[in-house]
């Protein structure tokens, strides 16, 4: 069956509570990183550009490092209950993070079977002796051009999650947009329609209030927890 949708969904500060990507990026690399990271969001360097520094100044250990960093990240809570409300409505879920699939699959590895597919950046070793990120994905202007992973895993509406800089491409052409700040901020300037969402809550409620998921279940009659909701509280004292 054709599904109604399909849930494109970032990684670092979107799955995670926290920005991972820049937590770790900073600390293997603090300067290096600082500086790109000022000249990203000034939309001076593109992100293929400042992922290409980035890979330039690290090398092995660094990856290492930024792989051990990763332990301390987990799903947001409602991450894995917001993945049983899509396979409930037949939304594929397909990750798709601009940072790089090791760091990702330290966090997701033990849910990778539940993902349609996960998008990311492939890290190999240089011939200098640093590091080089690569992806089938790329283009001109991004490392992961989310907006080409769009293209070709979306069936039915195209549901953007994201949070950041590397999401602005793929909510341009998404068919609904969820954003966190700072990208929520970017897309207002450029009347980009968007809901803005703290948790997977708020995308699930959206998602049932646009008919794309069925509604929250509801406790049938005569089951243990009909039951409890009809009794009344006990009084307080
Ligand atoms: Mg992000």
Redesign the pocket.
């Known amino acids: 069956m054709h599904p109604p949708a399909t849930v494109f969904c ?5 799955v995670t509570r926290e ?1 991972s ?1 820049d937590a770790v990026a900073g600390a293997v690399a603090p300067e290096l990183w600082g500086r790109l990271k000022r000249q990203l969001f000034a939309f001076e360097l593109n992100l293929r550009e400042a992922m290409a520094q980035l890979a330039a100044g690290l090398g092995p250990p660094d990856l290492a490092a930024m792989e051990a960093h990763m332990d301390r990240f987990s799903p947001r809570p409602g991450f894995l209950p917001f993945l049983d409300a899509l396979d409930q409505g037949g939304i594929p879920f397909v990750l798709v ?3 790089l699939e090791p760091l990702v699959e330290r966090v997701l590895g033990p849910h990778r079977g539940r993902l349609h597919a996960l998008v990311a950046a492939q890290v190999e070793a240089a011939a200098g002796g640093g590091l080089e990120f690569a992806s089938p994905w790329s283009d001109g202007q991004e490392l992961v051009a989310k907006a080409r992973v769009l293209d070709r895993y979306g069936r039915g509406r195209r549901v953007v999650i ?3 800089i ?2 602005l491409g793929m909510a341009r052409v998404a068919d609904l947009v969820f954003a966190r700040e700072p990208l929520c901020d970017w897309l207002s300037e450029r009347g980009i329609h968007h809901h803005r969402w703290n948790d997977f809550d708020d995308v699930a409620n959206v998602l049932r209030a646009e008919g794309l998921l069925p509604p929250a279940a509801v406790a049938a009659p005569g089951s243990p927890a009909a039951d409890a909701a009809a009794r009344p509280a006990p009084a307080a004292g």
Do not use: P, V
């Not at 970032?10 to 979107?14: E, I, L, M, R, S």
């Open positions: 970032d990684f670092d500060g979107t920005d990507f993070s601009g940072g994201g949070d950041s590397t999401d």
